[in-house]
């Protein structure tokens, strides 16, 4: 979302952070509690009218529950306009037999879904117009994207925020044909030319979620709000009152596409959602007709053939990488027609200073504010309080049941035995709120995540420092008999003043455990204390949920820019334009433990670049079929293909040609062949720059691609052959196609295998 701030003023306030929920797979009771929800797939529609296809779902289930009635009974979705398929209520052995059906191409459980921002956009480059600067060049080439629509898969909107006002908006672009689903809460009106459609999904959830929340597309978790308006938000506060949080990170808050029509597809209830709900708004977007598809959540084992559809449709398919990082292999939604975002940090920071008692100031990071006129004063610690210093703040250490915090700040010093710091700063957060102190200074290796000192922090002034901060201030609390200190309201500091790219320790890192011969995630976009709407008003978040919309703000832009544009193409501009070192020139970070250079399995082509990517110079584009054959028929029985197209000849995946290249098993010398389409000037050159994965021997031939009129795509090779008869982990390179006005990059992963028995994911 994009918000820059030249000033600082107050909005009004918060709904406490949706903290995002970590869920395992739940098991569906229903009707004699054996049965539960199982998708059926069936490929490619085949019949002419969805009512058709509905009819032949039915009569499928019929012949198998030997029963029409019992069919009407059990069925809960149906897939009829991007794809064939159903979700039903099934015990495990019909589920068994419906399998067996010849039509039939898959039979799985539906499995929970996880829902895994405003500064950004300026930091991005992407300037919208003040009263000193234009608008970006590419916002005003694309209409701001107002002919664009984003389809939001989430949980919902609040059509009363600002950021989805449509004044000035022309009419919905005629080719638009979704609903508005009303709902007690949700009327007709709520729709507009902002909002122009929302459907919900509530078939299949559980009652104790849907009582929690509105059946309607009413957003009452923040989380699809956030999302909307970081894609697509309309800018507000360019004139009146501008968009922060308590005056923290104020400024113009937008979405990266700020005039794109937006369509909500809510399939997540109080938390609760899974594969068969969003499986029935991907089908609802195709039928719709939304261009681009924004997906803030982690599907475990995805349906991916949902979004195969859905890109095969020429609609660009963004999805979060998931917040299980740093661990290697956590990455999710990684198919290779779709893009994977992970998460990056803006050059934006909140320092926040710690006076003690004998004057030394300390600066940490928090989200702390001052609340205004307020009546007590034991909110604030602006005053010299009590400063304690607790060896340790884990739970089962129980340092902390000796320690009285009434009045005091408490100090945690950093715990090497402490295995989740997260868990460890909330529980530190709720004794010092229950004991009634005033203030927790805690340290941890990273800061990503600020929301914390927020959500656990009702009252008192929450500080994150690092390790080193937190001695310091301990030192002085032992040496000195009565030690104090105060904390003062965090403060926004941005721009040059702060060494910004680094990739957020949270967001998920690759290889990706399904498909291990793609690099994911695709790119990185920004995701760490992202300020967005939440409701009335605007909130910092932090998440791979941030940076999924980031993405698909900037591909609703591209669509605008290249109506003509297939959704590799989108893609392909947005990894090989993306930069892998910051404005200084210094390679981008990954955090973590240890802090690294960034690699591919942390940002795939690297910190996304909208500007660059409107004009790529070079595409790797792919014929949407291609992808079956590389779908590896998976969803394939004895001789039924997924897609009526389904190729099972076994071409190499490392041949589809997308912009990167990963080998993860080189036993001996491979060539990898790419083709790239000039989009740019007419008569260009480009020379090859190599840069070969350590161990590895990386040539390509020809070095020099010539284009012109009758020469739009070339193709080249790539000869990759393991020096070191070594078997180890990955190592990366790249490949970069360039003459003095393009830069076209890609990267590339390569890990040298030669026995079975060993192999190294990191
Ligand atoms: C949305 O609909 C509700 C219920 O009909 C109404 O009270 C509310 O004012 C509407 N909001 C907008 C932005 O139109
Ligand atoms: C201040 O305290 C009074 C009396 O306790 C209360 O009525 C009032 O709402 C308080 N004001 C604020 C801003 O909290």
């Not at 967005?532 to 949920?545: F, H, L, M, R």
């Not at 591909?555 to 605008?560: H, I, N, Q, V, Y």
Request: net charge negative; proline share 5%.
């Amino acid at each position: 979302m994009g918000f820059y701030t030249r000033s600082s003023s107050q909005a009004r306030v918060a709904w406490v952070l949706l903290l995002l929920c970590s869920c395992t797979l739940l098991i569906r009771a229903h009707g004699g509690g054996s049965r539960k929800l199982y998708i059926t797939y069936l490929g490619d529609v085949r019949h002419g009218h969805p009512d058709d296809v509905v009819a032949s779902h039915h009569d499928m289930l019929g012949t198998l529950l030997q029963s029409k009635e019992e069919s009407v009974a059990s069925m809960v979705y149906h897939y009829k306009h991007g794809f064939s398929g159903f979700a039903a209520m099934l015990t495990q052995d019909q589920a068994t037999r419906l399998a067996e059906f010849p039509e039939v191409i898959s039979v799985k459980p539906s499995r929970r879904v996880r829902t895994t921002t405003t500064r950004s956009w300026d930091f991005l480059g992407l300037n919208y117009q003040s009263s000193h600067t234009p608008a970006s060049e590419l916002l005003q080439m694309s209409n701001f994207g107002e002919d664009v629509i984003i389809g939001v898969v989430d949980t919902g909107i609040w059509p009363e925020s600002r950021s989805f006002s449509d004044v000035g908006y022309g009419p919905v672009p005629s080719r638009w044909k979704g609903e508005c689903q009303t709902g007690p809460d949700w009327g007709i009106n709520n729709c507009s030319r902002k909002i122009i459609g929302a459907r919900f999904y509530t078939a299949g959830v559980p009652d104790e979620y849907l009582k929690r929340d509105s059946l309607s597309p009413r957003d009452h978790n923040g989380h699809g709000t956030h999302c909307a308006s970081t894609a697509a938000g309309s800018a507000v506060g360019v004139d009146g009152e501008a968009a922060s949080f308590h005056g923290l990170a104020a400024g113009v808050a937008r979405g990266g596409a700020p005039r794109a029509r937006i369509a909500v597809y809510k399939s997540i209830f109080a938390g609760y959602g899974d594969s068969a709900t969003v499986l029935a708004a991907i089908d609802d977007a195709i039928h719709d007709g939304v261009d681009v598809l924004s997906l803030s959540l982690t599907v475990p084992y995805e349906n991916s053939y949902g979004a195969l559809h859905a890109v095969q449709k020429g609609i660009t398919v963004v999805y979060s990488a998931g917040n299980d990082g740093p661990r290697p292999q956590t990455v999710e939604d990684t198919s290779p027609w779709v893009l994977t975002v992970a998460a990056s940090k803006i050059d934006r920071s909140f320092p926040t200073v710690i006076e003690l008692g004998n004057k030394q100031q300390m600066v940490g990071q928090s989200l702390y504010y001052q609340v205004k006129n307020i009546n007590s004063s034991s909110h604030t610690t602006s005053s010299f309080t009590k400063l304690i210093c607790a060896r340790s703040c884990v739970p089962r250490h129980e340092v902390l049941h000796e320690i009285d915090v009434k009045g005091a700040i408490l100090v945690c010093l950093n715990d090497n035995d402490a295995i989740n710091p997260s868990d460890d700063f909330a529980h530190a957060a709720k004794y010092v709120v229950e004991g009634g102190g005033s203030g927790l200074i805690f340290a941890q290796y990273t800061t990503d995540a600020l929301s914390s000192t927020v959500a656990y922090c009702p009252g008192i002034a929450c500080v994150i420092v690092d390790i080193y901060i937190s001695r310091r201030i301990c030192e002085y609390a032992m040496d000195t008999s009565s030690p104090t200190a105060k904390i003062e309201p965090t403060r926004t500091v941005m721009s040059k003043d702060v060494l910004a790219s680094k990739v957020a320790s949270f967001s998920s890192r690759g290889p990706s455990a399904d498909y291990p011969a793609f690099i994911k995630p695709d790119v990185a976009a920004p995701g760490a204390n992202i300020l967005a709407a939440v409701g009335d008003s605007y909130v910092t978040k932090s998440g791979t949920s941030m940076a999924a919309p980031h993405a698909a703000g900037v591909a609703a832009l591209l669509k605008a820019l290249h109506p003509d544009w297939s959704p590799a193409a989108i893609k392909s501009a947005i990894i090989t334009t993306a930069h892998v070192t910051d404005g200084h020139g210094m390679p981008i970070l990954a955090e973590g433990l240890p802090r690294k250079v960034a690699d591919p399995f942390d940002y795939g082509g690297g910190n996304i670049n909208p500007c660059g990517a409107a004009h790529p110079g070079l595409i790797y584009d792919i014929d949407p079929h291609d992808y079956n054959k590389f779908f590896r028929c998976a969803n394939v029985k004895e001789g039924i293909s997924a897609f009526a197209s389904c190729d099972t000849t076994s071409m190499p995946e490392y041949n589809l040609n997308l912009p990167s290249i990963s080998v993860p098993d080189l036993r001996s010398a491979i060539t990898v062949s790419r083709t790239v389409t000039n989009v740019g000037e007419l008569h260009s050159v480009y020379h090859v720059a190599v840069q070969s994965p350590t161990g590895v021997k990386m040539e390509v031939f020809p070095d020099v691609l010539v284009f012109d009129a009758a020469n739009k795509v070339r193709k080249f090779e790539v000869k990759l052959s393991p020096i070191w008869n070594l078997q180890g982990g990955y190592t990366f390179g790249s490949i970069t196609w360039q003459n003095d006005r393009q830069v076209v990059r890609i990267p590339v992963a390569t890990r040298i295998t030669i026995q079975d028995f060993y192999a190294d994911v990191a």
